[in-house]
């Protein structure tokens, strides 16, 4: 028996990208609005409780009121939005964050879809502070940059409109240090401070690209960029979309490019530095609108359904 999947908001960036890649599979029921009707709560409600899994593609307001429209206990919810991702009795979907993650998106209820920078940080830092190599009071930053269609439609629409699109190559922004991802990046690394965070678009389209730089020398176990490697590489040897390139290859960049893993749900770790001086610069390359957003909400909607994960999901070599 097919699941019937509901997409609230399938017109934006996330709930397009989503439908795009769930198009074919047969496993699938797809309950749909006309578009007169998207915005109507009682329209909505109706799709909501009749959907075995609802995935919330929404700003944030519309998202917590369209899980306030839910009445079916058997309606499970994916939301994409920033509203959920550290609320209480929500199971955090990046299933290898840590041991037993998997199992709580499986068996949950609610599951909030990660932000797309935090995945790659979350990546490389938990597991480097369970390990000891970093302290929990250690002071991070990540320097990171995404494509465009992070800002969704309307930086889309800056970017490629006909007349005077925007022409940057390189544009920070987030500069106050209060960017919305910030929270669950708190939450989820391990570390007991918030990271100094400072993203930046591109003038492409998607992919991107997170880097965290450490000084080794600093900390307390004055770790080498071979145990930093073999603490990652432990953490992600099962794992099938996580992947850590070999310390050999360091210095070899073209693979760390932001668009290297674009319409896959892969995402690569890279670690690079210098024994000498004591220094690394850590990389996490992947799909901001794949295992970034829309990848991400399709392999926690296959964990949830008990299906293999990686059910029409593309998967990259290293």
């Not at 599979?25 to 409600?45: H, I, S, T, V, Y």
């Not at 790659?120 to 830092?125: F, S």
């Not at 269609?149 to 106050?176: A, C, H, Q, T």
């Not at 690394?280 to 964990?303: C, E, R, T």
Request: net charge negative.
């Amino acid at each position: 028996m097919s699941a019937k999947i509901f997409i609230d908001g399938e017109v934006g960036t996330t709930g397009l990208q989503i439908r795009n890649r769930l198009e074919g599979r047969d496993d699938l029921q797809f309950l749909r609005l006309p578009e007169n009707l998207r915005k109507d709560a009682e329209a909505r409600a109706q799709m909501l409780n009749e959907a075995d899994i609802a995935i919330l593609c929404l700003p944030d307001a519309a998202a917590i009121e369209a899980v306030s429209l839910i009445e079916n206990r058997d309606t499970r919810v994916i939301d994409a939005s920033t509203a959920h991702r550290t609320a209480k009795g929500w199971a955090y979907g990046f299933a290898e964050m840590a041991p037993g993650q998997r199992a709580a998106i499986a068996s949950a209820k609610r599951v909030a879809n990660p932000g797309c920078y935090p995945q790659g940080y979350i990546a490389i830092m938990r597991p480097l502070v369970e390990a000891g190599l970093v302290p929990a009071t250690f002071p991070a930053t990540l320097n990171a940059i995404s494509g465009y269609s992070g800002g969704g439609k309307g930086m889309i629409g800056e970017y490629e409109r006909e007349e005077n699109p925007v022409d940057v190559p390189f544009w920070p922004y987030g500069l106050s240090l209060g960017h919305k991802h910030v929270p669950e990046m708190t939450a989820f690394a391990g570390l007991e401070h918030p990271p100094v965070f400072q993203p930046a678009v591109g003038k492409y389209a998607q992919g991107m690209i997170d880097a965290i730089p450490l000084n080794l020398w600093a900390l307390d176990k004055n770790p080498s960029l071979a145990d930093l490697h073999a603490c990652l590489s432990d953490r992600y040897a099962d794992e099938i979309f996580v992947k850590v390139a070999p310390l050999e290859t360091a210095g070899k960049l073209e693979a760390i490019t932001p668009e290297r893993l674009n319409g896959t749900n892969s995402l690569h770790i890279h670690v690079h530095g210098n024994d000498e001086t004591g220094q690394a610069v850590l990389f996490a390359v992947y799909d901001n609108l794949g295992k970034g957003a829309s990848g991400a909400a399709i392999q926690n909607m296959n964990i949830m359904m008990g299906i293999d994960e990686t059910t029409g999901l593309t998967v990259a070599s290293l």
